[in-house]
């Protein structure tokens, strides 16, 4: 039995950055450069450190993994299971809170209400811009509902990381999508959060025939749709990862 700081390194260590979570992750051919954090977690590096954690996964639709064989498929439900294989130890909860076409400033008030009832969650993870993007709704206010809600979350003693607009050819010949993902962006910089990026994600996988759900057949469809949630769960565990790393201020373990 490994036991006080050596226990505590080991589980940090096995939690989000073994080298096999580092190869799962690049299995799905996500380049490198866009499973980087760029900030620090340290309210989840301190948590993973004190062997519990919660998570509040907050967004559209898109986080109840509409399109999947069930929820268990959706990517907060697989991240939730690869954080269990690897820690099984690690006192983990995992709360997602979504409906479909829900904008920014309606996932900011679930924010808001899950800070003040019951223990608040370390990390926050906040799908966003797609309803503003789809329907041409006003960027700014977007961008005021992301500044509040993010300043509620770092008040709170917890992290954040921001996730943007799922690629689709339809949305972006139908839509001014960039302003949406730019202004995301720039939101997530002033506060000092990390994005998963998963527009440029779903992208490079549609772009190189890896993950294609516009193309995929109707008796396909499911699978790539599972396929697509499980390798965006990969993507934001690398990305936790990463932000840990940052936060115990060292590179991140490969």
Same mark, same amino acid.
């Given at each position: ?6 226990? $505590? ?44 954690? &919660? ?7 898109? +986080? ?16 939730? %299971?690869?954080?269990? %294989? ?8 995992? +709360? ?12 900011? %008030? $679930? ?31 977007? +961008? ?25 050819? =339809? $949305?972006?010949?139908?839509?001014? +999508? ?25 992208? =490079? ?5 890896? $993950? ?8 396909? &469809? ?18 936790? &990862? ?13």
């Amino acid at each position: 039995m490994i036991a006080g700081a050596g226990r $505590i390194l080991l589980l940090c260590a096995t939690l989000l950055a073994p080298a096999a979570a580092r190869a799962e992750a690049l299995a799905c051919g996500a380049p490198p450069e866009l499973l980087e954090a760029s900030a620090a977690l340290p309210a989840t590096a301190r948590a993973a450190s004190a062997g519990s954690l &919660r998570i509040l996964v907050v967004g559209s639709a898109s +986080v109840l993994g509409p399109g999947t064989s069930g929820p268990p498929a959706a990517w907060p439900a697989r991240l939730e %299971a690869r954080i269990r %294989a690897r820690v099984p130890r690690l006192k983990l909860e995992v +709360v997602t809170r979504g409906a479909r076409g829900l904008t920014t400033a309606e996932t900011e %008030a $679930i924010i808001e209400a899950e800070l003040h009832q019951g223990p608040p969650p370390n990390l926050v993870l906040w799908q966003a811009g797609t309803a503003e993007a789809v329907r041409g709704l006003d960027v700014d206010e977007m +961008v005021t509902a992301l500044n509040a809600g993010l300043s509620k979350v770092v008040a709170a003693g917890a992290d954040a990381i921001l996730m943007d607009q799922q690629f689709s050819r =339809f $949305i972006r010949a139908n839509a001014n +999508v960039d302003a949406y993902r730019d202004a995301l962006r720039l939101a997530a910089a002033a506060h000092g959060v990390p994005v998963l990026r998963r527009w440029d994600l779903m992208r =490079f996988w549609a772009d190189n025939d890896l $993950i294609d759900i516009e193309r995929a057949g109707r008796t396909e &469809r499911v699978a790539v749709t599972d396929r697509l949630n499980d390798c965006l769960a990969q993507a934001m565990q690398a990305l936790i &990862r990463d932000g840990v790393a940052e936060a115990r201020g060292r590179p991140t373990p490969r």
